[in-house]
C-alpha cells in the first residue's frame, strides 16, 4: 500500500491516527527542528507554523529545503493571520503555499487530499550521495564505489537511513523507531540479524566495515 506522510510542528500531530483512503495510507508525525526521525518513502506533507516553541516557522522551512530528505516535500505555512507580508516571506522561505490556522485532522486532510492527485512524486527518483555510497531511491539499488551491493529489502531500508543519518550514534531503539510507522512489530535481535547481513553485503562490495558498533549505546556509520 502507498504511504502518505504528513508531517506538523504543532502537537496536532500526536492526536492524529492514520488515515486510509483510495488504496493509501495518509500517516501523521510530528515534525522538529532536527528534520523526520524515520524513513520517509513516499510523498511527504510539512505543515509548518508561523511561531514555533524552539524555532521560527520561516526557518524551519529553510531547514526542510536545505535537507536532502525533506527537499522535495510540500511545504504549507501556518499563519496566524492573513498577512500579505507574512504570505511573502513564507514562499520565499521556500514554502509552496500557506493557509491560516488553527489546523485541524480535517482541514489538513482536505488539503492534501486536493492536492495529492496533481503532485507527482520525485523523491522516488532521488539519489542519496555519501561518499562512495551512491542510493538510487528509484530503481532501489545502492553502490560502493560503483560495485553493487547486494541487499533484501529489509538491509536496503536499513542502509538508507543510516546514509540519511551518517556519523551519528544510533541506538536499536531509534533504529526501529527510524524504519517507519506502520512496520509490523520488530525486536532488537531481529536489527542485530539485519545488521549483519548489511555488513557482510557492504563487505563483499568492497566497503570493508564502515558500521561501527558502539559498546551499549549502537550502531554508527562512519563515512568521511
Known amino acids: 500500500m502507498d504511504v502518505v506522510h504528513i ?18 495510507r495518509f500517516t501523521f508525525d510530528q515534525l522538529g527542528p532536527e528534520g523526520p526521525r524515520r524513513l520517509v518513502e513516499g510523498p511527504m506533507w510539512a505543515f509548518v507554523d508561523w511561531v514555533m516553541d524552539d524555532l521560527a516557522g520561516l526557518e524551519m522551512c529553510r531547514r526542510l529545503r536545505a535537507d536532502a530528505r525533506t527537499a522535495d516535500a510540500h511545504v504549507t505555512m501556518v499563519l496566524e493571520a ?32 486536493a492536492l ?39 538491509e536496503f531500508r536499513l542502509l538508507r537511513f543510516f546514509a540519511e543519518n551518517p556519523n551519528r550514534v544510533l541506538s536499536r531503539t531509534e533504529l526501529i523507531a527510524g524504519l517507519g510507522k506502520g512496520e509490523a512489530p520488530i525486536d532488537e535481535r531481529t536489527v542485530d540479524v539485519w545488521i549483519g547481513r548489511l555488513r557482510r553485503a557492504l563487505k563483499q562490495a568492497g566497503a570493508g566495515n564502515p558500521l561501527r558498533t558502539v559498546r551499549q549505546m549502537g550502531y554508527v556509520f562512519d563515512l568521511a
Open 116 to 154: 495529492q492527485a496533481r503532485r507527482s512524486d520525485p523523491a522516488g527518483m532521488r539519489r542519496i550521495e555519501q561518499g562512495p555510497l551512491v542510493i538510487n531511491l528509484g530503481a532501489l539499488q545502492a553502490r560502493w564505489q560503483d560495485r553493487p551491493i547486494v541487499l533484501r529489502p529489509n
Open 82 to 113: 492573513d498577512d500579505f507580508e507574512d504570505r511573502r516571506r513564507a514562499l520565499k522561505a521556500g514554502a509552496d503555499d500557506y493557509m491560516v490556522g488553527p489546523l485541524t485532522r480535517t482541514v489538513v486532510l482536505d488539503r492534501v487530499l
Open 7 to 24: 508531517f506538523l510542528t504543532s502537537d496536532l500531530a500526536e492526536t492524529l491516527e492514520d488515515f486510509l483512503h483510495d488504496g493509501r
